[in-house]
């Protein structure tokens, strides 16, 4: 736990076809943390669209961003892109160097994949895409939060899929300042949730739902399965034979 006298810069990611709940659903938690600044960055200063057209306008640009504590990576769609992008990247190096947590949800991974800090990592992401940690020489952990550390000061907070964000953030904020702190936080949102249906998943959604996610899901997958394998070729990491995802 840092010391509750010592303010903390908190910085998102953002980013055009971002899934919003992998932004929205931390802030809720890191926006309540006490004695610490929450701001989210984007490339430029123009409102962006998340994946089903939400729009969400930054507090300031990459550039503006001060050295961060805390950096918060999403994913999304709209992440492909992203793992092309020089600029990106290298912002991602640059924070992920000096802070102290990092924290990334869904295909947020693969964003930290792609900057080459995975490497020797154990690290979960979305179910869809978990088979290609791999690629980035991580380990895969088939668990909804992962967390992986650098000794006792410094710690990497891997989410599952989408809502799973919400469980990293909430032990993020444990992390940062203490299991009461959060467990204020979650009575706070009234965090307690009852899902009508057991779906949440592939091990417990039945097994046509499955197949039908997967299917029109097929097309990303392969992009993103693609682009795995071109940046693992340039991290220097041997290819691992292809596997469907699970």
Same mark, same amino acid.
């Given at each position: 736990?840092? %010391?509750p006298? !010592?303010?903390?810069?908190?910085?998102?990611?953002?980013?055009?076809?971002l899934?919003?709940?992998?932004?929205?659903?931390?802030f809720?938690?890191?926006a309540?943390i006490?004695n610490?600044?929450?701001?989210?960055?984007?490339?430029?200063?123009? /409102?962006?669209r998340d994946? #089903?057209?939400?729009?969400?306008?930054?507090?300031a640009t990459?550039a503006?961003a001060?050295?961060?504590?805390?950096?918060h990576v /999403?994913?999304?769609q709209?992440?492909?892109a992203l793992?092309?992008? /020089?600029?990106v990247?290298?912002?991602?190096?640059?924070?992920?160097a000096? @802070?102290?947590?990092i924290?990334?949800?869904?295909?947020?991974?693969?964003?930290l994949g792609a900057a080459?800090?995975? +490497?020797? #990592?154990?690290?979960?992401?979305?179910?869809n895409?978990v088979h290609?940690?791999?690629?980035?020489?991580?380990e /895969?952990?088939?668990a909804? +939060?992962v967390?992986?550390?650098?000794?006792?000061?410094?710690?990497?907070?891997?989410?599952?899929?989408? !809502?799973?964000g919400?469980?990293?953030?909430?032990q993020?904020?444990a992390?940062?300042?203490?299991?009461?702190a @959060?467990?204020g936080?979650?009575?706070?949102m009234q965090?307690?949730?009852e899902?009508p249906?057991?779906?949440?998943?592939?091990?417990t959604?039945p097994?046509?739902i499955?197949?039908?996610?997967?299917a029109? @899901?097929?097309?990303?997958?392969?992009?993103?399965?693609?682009?795995?394998?071109a940046i693992a070729?340039?991290?220097?990491?041997r !290819?691992p034979?292809?596997? %469907?995802a699970?």
């Amino acid at each position: 736990m840092i %010391p509750p006298d !010592t303010h903390l810069q908190i910085g998102s990611l953002l980013f055009e076809g971002l899934d919003q709940i992998d932004l929205t659903g931390p802030f809720e938690i890191l926006a309540r943390i006490p004695n610490s600044t929450y701001r989210i960055y984007a490339a430029t200063p123009d /409102p962006v669209r998340d994946v #089903r057209g939400l729009r969400i306008l930054p507090d300031a640009t990459l550039a503006e961003a001060p050295r961060l504590d805390v950096l918060h990576v /999403p994913g999304g769609q709209g992440q492909e892109a992203l793992m092309r992008d /020089p600029a990106v990247l290298g912002w991602i190096r640059q924070q992920a160097a000096g @802070a102290t947590h990092i924290l990334s949800v869904c295909t947020g991974a693969l964003i930290l994949g792609a900057a080459g800090l995975l +490497v020797g #990592r154990r690290a979960t992401t979305y179910w869809n895409a978990v088979h290609l940690l791999p690629f980035f020489g991580a380990e /895969p952990v088939d668990a909804r +939060v992962v967390i992986d550390r650098d000794g006792e000061e410094r710690s990497w907070v891997f989410a599952a899929g989408v !809502t799973a964000g919400i469980d990293g953030a909430l032990q993020l904020a444990a992390e940062l300042r203490g299991e009461e702190a @959060a467990r204020g936080i979650q009575l706070g949102m009234q965090y307690a949730p009852e899902p009508p249906f057991d779906s949440g998943t592939p091990r417990t959604a039945p097994p046509a739902i499955v197949e039908a996610t997967r299917a029109r @899901a097929a097309d990303l997958t392969a992009r993103r399965e693609a682009t795995a394998r071109a940046i693992a070729a340039e991290l220097g990491i041997r !290819t691992p034979e292809p596997v %469907p995802a699970r």
